[in-house]
């Protein structure tokens, strides 16, 4: 197992940017994807800000192979959901499509530091990685990514 990167601190500090961004100037993000901005769209945004600035922080600087795969998870499952909105709310499908577009490349970046084995090194076991691995096992798609977890741990 290789130590932590810069690299995967840097992606962590960059979702908890995000975060902050859809929360401080969720009217400028909107208007920047060309999706109408108004009262439900500012509030889902910030609500997509709260998202990415708690999984930002509740991964760390240095997350486990657990959390990384339950990040890849979660991401996963935002993009699929904003795929949904664009399809069922054709009003909304601009904002629909760009968040799904967003939450697919954060699942990749996470997804290729999982394979990379780019987490900290296996020295202990702490609650979010037990409670990631209880999540994953129950899932759709959880099974796969708990075992590129186990493999990242060597």
């Known amino acids: 197992m290789t130590r932590p ?12 940017g995000w975060g902050v ?16 901005v108004d009262t439900p769209g500012v509030v889902v945004t910030r609500i997509l800000g709260v998202r990415q600035l708690t999984q930002g922080v509740l991964s760390g600087l240095r997350p486990s192979p657990e959390v990384l795969a339950m990040g890849v998870w979660v991401d996963g499952a935002h993009s699929a959901t904003a795929l949904a909105l664009a399809v069922l709310d054709p009003d909304r ?14 699942s990749r970046l996470g ?10 090194p ?18 759709p798609g959880g099974a796969r990514l708990l075992g590129l977890a186990g493999r990242a741990r060597g």
Do not use: N, Q
Not at 93 to 106: E, M, N, P, S, Y
Not at 111 to 120: F, G, N, S, W
């Open 21 to 36: 961004l859809l929360l401080a100037a969720p009217a400028r993000v909107l208007g920047a994807t060309g999706a109408r």
């Open 122 to 139: 296996p020295a202990h076991d702490r609650v979010r990685d037990a409670l990631a691995r209880a999540v994953l096992g129950v899932v």
């Open 93 to 106: 499908a601009v904002a629909g499509v760009a968040d799904a577009a967003v939450a697919a490349g954060w």
């Open 5 to 16: 990167s810069a690299r995967s601190r840097r992606l962590e500090l960059g979702r908890i």
């Open 111 to 120: 997804l290729r530091d999982l394979r990379r084995a780019v987490a900290t």
